[in-house]
């Protein structure tokens, strides 16, 4: 299973690996785990040190749960429950395929993890269809980047590449009252995409010109398609 082995290379890195985890050790490691990942993985996976939160699934009738030879769509809704979790103060979410190069307790003190108050306002695409919003809120990223063709892994605030948030590496506060907005969009059919459900759910909720603008970190935290010049 790669995503098992990736996730497990992951906790190595930052609970063990003397050149990256070294300032991380004494930050919980959580793994969140729904009902399909084997009971000798979890296992494993607490013996390699990791907090595993085990979490019921989450779908939507309209988003699709396989395709594009991606076996782990029907679970990608269920990443959510990050937003549902014990009130943490704040928690960085890494994708397990994340490749460490230095340690990443600095970004927990970037300025723009803070959390920020809601934009109620018709101008920034509140809908009445929608959950209310909740008072205030935290995320903050990078820019994603979609494909190879880029000139950096930190685009210009301006450029059109800059507008989305990448879903595998974010800071956050976990909040009840997000929760329930983010999955009340789940009833709300084409109100984003639905290929790529969690990144899209997302970067819908915390877009830019919306109500729960994302917060842009520190450039030099992460490259994504990363090409020869990054």
């Known amino acids: 299973d790669p995503q098992y082995l990736a996730t497990r290379l992951l906790i190595y890195q930052l609970l063990h690996s003397p050149l990256v985890g070294a300032n991380t050790t004494k930050i919980p490691l959580l793994i969140l785990t729904t009902p399909s990942v084997p009971r000798r993985h979890i296992k494993r996976l607490r013996v390699d040190g990791a907090t595993v939160l085990p979490i019921p699934p989450l779908s939507a009738p309209w988003i699709p749960t396989h395709g594009d030879g991606n076996p782990w769509l029907k679970d990608d809704l269920s990443r959510l429950h990050l937003f549902n979790l014990p009130p ?65 892994p930190d685009p210009d605030p301006g450029n059109p590449k800059a507008k989305r948030f990448s879903p595998s590496l974010f800071l956050f506060r976990p909040s009840p009252e997000v929760f329930t907005y983010l999955t009340s969009l789940l009833a709300l059919r084409d109100r984003f995409n639905p290929l790529r459900p969690f990144a899209n759910v997302l970067n819908y909720a915390f877009r830019l010109e919306g109500p729960m603008p994302w917060a842009r970190v520190a450039d030099g935290w992460g490259a994504e398609w990363a090409n020869d010049e990054d």
């Not at 920020?116 to 994603?144: I, N, Q």
């Open 88 to 152: 943490y103060d704040k928690i960085l979410y890494l994708s397990p395929s994340t490749l460490l190069l230095r340690p990443l307790t600095p970004l927990f003190w970037d300025p723009a993890g803070v959390s920020h108050t809601s934009l109620p306002s018709p101008s920034r695409g509140v809908k009445d269809d929608e959950a209310p919003l909740p008072p205030t809120y935290l995320l903050a990223s990078k820019p994603e980047l979609l494909s190879r063709d880029h000139d950096g």
